[in-house]
C-alpha cells in the first residue's frame, strides 16, 4: 500500500483530496490529509462580512462535509517535514510516511511584520478583513463607525486575491452611501504599487471607478512602520498617510511550518515549477495554491485551475511519465464595484486581463473587463458553485484550465 | 509606443518600461536616468545588476527583498532612486514595472 499525503484542508487541498479519491485505485493508494482546523472557511466570503452582505454563518461550515469518503482525515498540527526520509511529524508526535506529498498549506497574514501594526490598536483601529475574525470585528466596527478617515491599505506583494484591497475601498464608498454617510468618510486607497492599477488595459478601462466614487490614491508607498499614537501610516520615503480607520492587508506569508522545514523561501512559499506544479527541490513533492511561489495571483480559480492539472501530473508520475507542463498561471475573478455591479477578468502568466465575452466567445453572456449587473449575479451565485462543486473537484462547464484567448479583444502584449 | 533614445528606436510601454529586455544596454539605461532626474553612480550600477538578477531567476521584486539583498538598505534605496524607487530602479534596469493582477 503506498501514501499520498494531503497538508492542509483548505480550497487547494480540498480539491485534491476529491479529484484523487477517483482517480487512484484504492487497492494501491490510500489518501491522507491533515489540517489543523476542523472549519472550512469560504474566503471571497470575507470581502463581504464587513459590510453586513454575509452573514458570519454563510461564510463558513464543517471541514469535513467536504472531505470525501475513503479519504483519511486527520485534525492536527502539523510539526515538520522531513523531504529527506518522507515523513511529516505531527504535533501530536504521530509519523506519516508519504510516498507522494501534496502540499497546499496556503497563506496567511503576518501584521507582526511591520512595527505597530498588530500592537494595542489592532482591531480597535487597525483590522485585516483576510482573517474570518478581522473581518467579523471589522464588521461590528462599521456598525457603530461615525465616520472619518478610512484608510485602505496594502503592505507588500504578494497579496492573496490582489483585488479584493480595491473591492473592499469600491464597497465601503456603497455601504457609506446607503447609510446617508458617504459625506462624512474620507476614503483613501494606498498601494506599494504604481497605481491602483497596474496593467495598460485595466487602467485604461477602469480608472473612472475611482473618480466617480471619489476614492484617492497614494501609490509607490512601501510602508515602514504605523504610528498607531498619532493615528498615521509612514512609509520609507518618511510620506505620512492619516487615519482614523485602518483596513490593511498585511504582509502575507506561507506557513509557519514551511519555515520550520526549510522548504520556503523569504515568504514561506515553496519553490515550484510554474508549469508542472512539482517543487523544485523535491521530485515527490508537489505544491499547489496559495502555498507555491508561483508568479500566479493567489486566488481560489488559480487553485481549482492547478487542480486539474496537477491531478494529471500526480497521475503521470505513479506512472512514471514526463510530467504536463502545461500550467499557464490562468486565473478568473470577479470584481466587486458596489452598487450591484461587478466586473469580471480572465488572464494567464502572459496575457493581461482585456475587454470581451466569456466564457462563450462573443456571446458572453459576462463580460470581461466591464461592469455590469450580471457579473455581480455571477459572484453571488459562486459561493454556491464553491461550496457545491469548486471543492469537490467537479469540473465547471466551459471553463478550461489553460486561459482561451477566444472572443477577447488583444492588441498589445501583456507586460 | 517607441522611444528614441541615442539613435535607437525603442519599443516602451506607455509609462516608458522596455518592452524587450534583450534591446537594454548601459547609454539606454543613462538615459533613461536622465529623464527620472538621476545621473548613475557606481551603487546605482550594482543596485540594477541585482535586480537584473532576480528579475532573470523569476525572484518578484519587492521592498523586503532589497532589505535582504546585500547590496544596500531601504534607506539607501529610497536615496538612490527618489520617490518610487522600486518603480524607478525597474525602469532604468530595462525589466518589467513591478504590478499586480490588473
Known amino acids: 500500500m503506498k501514501n499520498l499525503l494531503i497538508l492542509g484542508a483548505g480550497t487547494s487541498g480540498t480539491m485534491m483530496a476529491n479529484h484523487l479519491v477517483k482517480k487512484l485505485p484504492k487497492k494501491e493508494w490510500k489518501i491522507t490529509i491533515v489540517d489543523q482546523y476542523k472549519t472550512h472557511y469560504y474566503q471571497p466570503g470575507f470581502l463581504f462580512l464587513p459590510f453586513d452582505i454575509y452573514s458570519s454563518k454563510q461564510v463558513k461550515k464543517k471541514g469535513s462535509k467536504f472531505i470525501p469518503k475513503g479519504v483519511d482525515y486527520i485534525n492536527d498540527k502539523i510539526e515538520l517535514i522531513v523531504p529527506e526520509e518522507n515523513k511529516v511529524q505531527l504535533e501530536n508526535g504521530e509519523n506519516i510516511n508519504y510516498d507522494i506529498l501534496i502540499v497546499a498549506t496556503g497563506t496567511k497574514i503576518a501584521p507582526e511584520e511591520i512595527e505597530g501594526m498588530s500592537g494595542p490598536e489592532w482591531y480597535k483601529s487597525i483590522f485585516d478583513f483576510y482573517t474570518y475574525e478581522g473581518a467579523k470585528a471589522l464588521r461590528n466596527k462599521l456598525r457603530e463607525w461615525e465616520g472619518g478617515k478610512l484608510v485602505v491599505h496594502i503592505t507588500e506583494m504578494p497579496i492573496k486575491c490582489p483585488v479584493a484591497p480595491l473591492e473592499f475601498a469600491f464597497l465601503a464608498d456603497s455601504y457609506f452611501r446607503n447609510k446617508g454617510m458617504r459625506d462624512k468618510v474620507d476614503i483613501t486607497f494606498v498601494t506599494p504599487l504604481g497605481g491602483a492599477f497596474t496593467k495598460p488595459k485595466a487602467t485604461k478601462a477602469l480608472h473612472y471607478l475611482l473618480e466617480e466614487k471619489g476614492i484617492k490614491e497614494v501609490t509607490d508607498f512601501n510602508i515602514e512602520r504605523v504610528d498607531y499614537e498619532n493615528n498615521k501610516i509612514i512609509d520609507y520615503a518618511d510620506t505620512e498617510v492619516e487615519y482614523d480607520l485602518l483596513v490593511t492587508v498585511p504582509t502575507n506569508m506561507g506557513d509557519e511550518v514551511i519555515e520550520r522545514s526549510g522548504m520556503g523561501d523569504d515568504l514561506n512559499f515553496v519553490p515550484t515549477h510554474k508549469g508542472t506544479l512539482q517543487t523544485l527541490d523535491h521530485e515527490n513533492i508537489f505544491a499547489i495554491g496559495d502555498a507555491t511561489n508561483l508568479p500566479a495571483s493567489k486566488a481560489g480559480s488559480v487553485a481549482h485551475f492547478e487542480a486539474e492539472i496537477l491531478t494529471e501530473n500526480i497521475l503521470r508520475y505513479i506512472k512514471g511519465e514526463k510530467l504536463k507542463d502545461e500550467f499557464d498561471g490562468h486565473a478568473n475573478c470577479f470584481i466587486e464595484t458596489g452598487n450591484g455591479k461587478a466586473l469580471l477578468i480572465d488572464f494567464n502568466y502572459t496575457h493581461e486581463p482585456v475587454e470581451g465575452t466569456f466564457p462563450f466567445p462573443g456571446v458572453g453572456p459576462l463580460k470581461l473587463l466591464k461592469e455590469s449587473r450580471t457579473n455581480h449575479m455571477g459572484k453571488m451565485a459562486f459561493k454556491w458553485v464553491y461550496w457545491n462543486m469548486l471543492i469537490k473537484g467537479v469540473h465547471i462547464p466551459f471553463v478550461s484550465a489553460t486561459m482561451s484567448e477566444k472572443g477577447k479583444k488583444f492588441d498589445i502584449k501583456a507586460n | ?102
Open chain 2, 1 to 102: 509606443m517607441d522611444l528614441n533614445i541615442a539613435g535607437i528606436r525603442l519599443d516602451v510601454t506607455e509609462d516608458g518600461y522596455l518592452t524587450d529586455v534583450s534591446q537594454w544596454n548601459k547609454e539606454i539605461a543613462i538615459e533613461i536616468a536622465k529623464k527620472e532626474g538621476i545621473e548613475l553612480t557606481d551603487k546605482h550600477w550594482e543596485v540594477i545588476s541585482w535586480i537584473q538578477e532576480q528579475v532573470k531567476n523569476e525572484v518578484a521584486l519587492s521592498i523586503r527583498g532589497i532589505k535582504k539583498s546585500g547590496v544596500l538598505n531601504i534607506k539607501e534605496f529610497y536615496a538612490l532612486f527618489p520617490g518610487g524607487p522600486l518603480k524607478k530602479a525597474t525602469k532604468i534596469a530595462g525589466v518589467p514595472k513591478p504590478k499586480s493582477c490588473i
